[in-house]
């Protein structure tokens, strides 16, 4: 299957820092990725759609300033947590599709976030 | 919106068959029966897609019920690596249906 990696697999962080973490799809170009977040216990939930070239298409509830994606080329697109604090602690996951966001999803292994 | 059901956990032997079930009562002609299960710590991984036909891969078989209201995810010899939450998702290419993660089936496999 795709792979789909992510970087880096594990942060630490003080509160108010800000913290990128990448997504890229290794074998295949992708115009969208998805990017996702996880609470302990919890299901999925969908944060934004990534799209190569244009700006990121936000979930209800998930504020587009304090999550920040930039989707720079067709391989790779980065999240960037911003002044974070202890109630973004969680477990980030982004997918990709070979095909389009229509078609089946492959997904990176997941970052997770610690604000300390 | 056609949603799925799910138990929410299951337990198995190591060794032995697997299924786990998933129902979808208001499946349209158009959706795709989609299978991922996400490992602890582990972003979701694909296992089995189908439509209407039973489908077999390296990893499991996807049996579906003749009036796709249902389908039932085959793991033929479980083992510990087994273990993990298996999400059943029906795919519709005209829907976002990568939101639709509902809280899945967690599989116990106990040697």
């Known amino acids: 299957g795709a792979v789909v990696s992510q970087h880096p697999s594990r942060v630490i962080c003080k509160s108010g820092t800000s913290v990128k973490i990448e997504c890229r799809s290794l074998?295949?170009?992708?115009?969208?990725m998805f990017w996702y977040r996880q609470f302990p216990k919890k299901s999925l939930m969908l944060m934004a759609t990534?799209?190569?070239?244009?700006?990121?298409?936000?979930e209800q509830g998930v504020e587009k300033d304090k999550f920040l994606i930039n989707h720079a080329s067709l391989t790779l697109s980065t999240l960037t947590v911003t002044s974070a604090h202890p109630e973004d602690s969680s477990f980030y996951i982004c997918?990709?599709?070979?095909?389009?966001?229509?078609?089946?999803?492959?997904f990176g292994p997941g970052t997770r976030l610690l604000v300390l | 919106d056609a949603k799925t059901t799910q138990p929410n956990s299951m337990e198995s032997n190591e060794e032995e068959p697997v299924h786990l079930p998933c129902n979808h009562s208001?499946?349209?002609?158009?959706?795709?029966i989609h299978w991922y299960r996400q490992l602890p710590s582990q972003g979701p991984e694909y296992v089995i897609h189908?439509?209407?036909s039973n489908v077999n891969n390296r990893m499991a078989s996807l049996a579906i019920a003749e009036d796709r209201k249902s389908s039932t995810l085959i793991l033929h010899r479980a083992t510990l690596r087994d273990a993990a939450v298996y999400y059943c998702?029906?795919?519709?290419?005209?829907?976002?249906?990568?939101?639709?993660f509902g809280a899945g089936t967690r599989l116990t496999v106990k040697p």
């Open positions: 997918s990709a599709s070979r095909q389009g966001p229509q078609e089946t999803q492959y």
């Open positions: 074998d295949f170009q992708a115009t969208t």
């Open positions: 990534s799209n190569e070239g244009s700006k990121a298409t936000y």
């Open positions: 208001t499946i349209s002609g158009t959706d795709y």
């Open positions: 189908g439509l209407t």
């Open positions: 998702i029906l795919r519709d290419v005209g829907s976002i249906w990568y939101r639709r």
